[in-house]
């Protein structure tokens, strides 16, 4: 069972449209993060959310964490080609010195000059 | 500040036989995590080490199993291998603690054939 669902799975746009990814899960999380990942290369942390209804900006990009903590949104402002990747979110479960971190499938984005 | 290192970058074994994989976090990190990455199941936790024990496990055979040295530095061992086991094999490292933010080496991408 995936327990966090990005949509949409494959994203393709042209250089200054304006997109937003989701990731949606039934669980409630402790925080939430998302990462971009390039082409061979590993995924790089982008932000944390920790707070339910917390929203966080990284110049074009706008992250959003749901009231209940269940559900995150991503949105770009004018794409451009440098944001290409695959975007992934990432739940966190924690309690005491265990925890669990669980990602999502990811978004495939394409910015198009 | 050097970032995550993994060696070799890639690796070709035939079925049935044994791999090791080397990880090297970032300096001051303590936790290191391994992922598998597949186009069909997306990253997928593998196992957590933290001062040279097992701390958090995720879903996969016995097969697959880790270690940590004194230095942090972290190897995993994949044992008679199946094709199945063919992926991009991911290193992080992150700090002890909340919120156990991840930083990604470049992977290591294991063909079986």
């Known amino acids: 069972t995936q327990l966090l669902e990005q949509s949409p799975q494959f994203l393709s746009i042209q250089e200054g449209e304006n997109l937003t990814v989701y990731c949606n899960s039934s669980s409630v999380f402790s925080s939430l993060q998302w990462y971009r990942q390039e082409p061979g290369e590993g995924p790089v942390l982008l932000v944390t959310v920790v707070t339910g209804g917390e929203v966080k900006k990284l110049k074009r990009l706008t992250f959003q964490f749901g009231d209940a903590r269940k559900d995150s949104s991503l949105h770009i402002t004018a794409a451009q080609p440098g944001d290409t990747g695959l975007y992934l979110c990432?739940?966190?479960?924690?309690?005491?010195?265990?925890?669990?971190?669980?990602f999502g499938k990811g978004t495939l984005l394409t910015v198009n000059p | 500040k050097a970032g995550v290192t993994q060696t070799p970058r890639y690796l070709i074994k035939t079925r049935g036989q044994q791999v090791t994989l080397s990880c090297s976090p970032i300096s001051g990190h303590r936790s290191v995590s391994w992922y598998q990455q597949t186009p069909g199941q997306g990253l997928q936790f593998l196992f957590e080490y933290f001062s040279e024990t097992q701390r958090n496990k995720g879903n996969f055979p016995g097969r697959f199993s880790g270690r940590q040295f004194s230095n942090s530095r972290s190897e995993m061992n994949v044992s008679t291998l199946e094709l199945g086991d063919s992926a991009l094999y991911l290193c992080?490292?992150?700090?002890?603690?909340?919120?156990?933010?991840?930083?990604f080496g470049p992977g290591t991408r294991l063909t079986v054939t």
């Open positions: 992080a490292s992150s700090w002890s603690g909340p919120p156990y933010e991840q930083y």
């Open positions: 990432a739940g966190i479960h924690s309690g005491g010195s265990n925890y669990k971190l669980t």
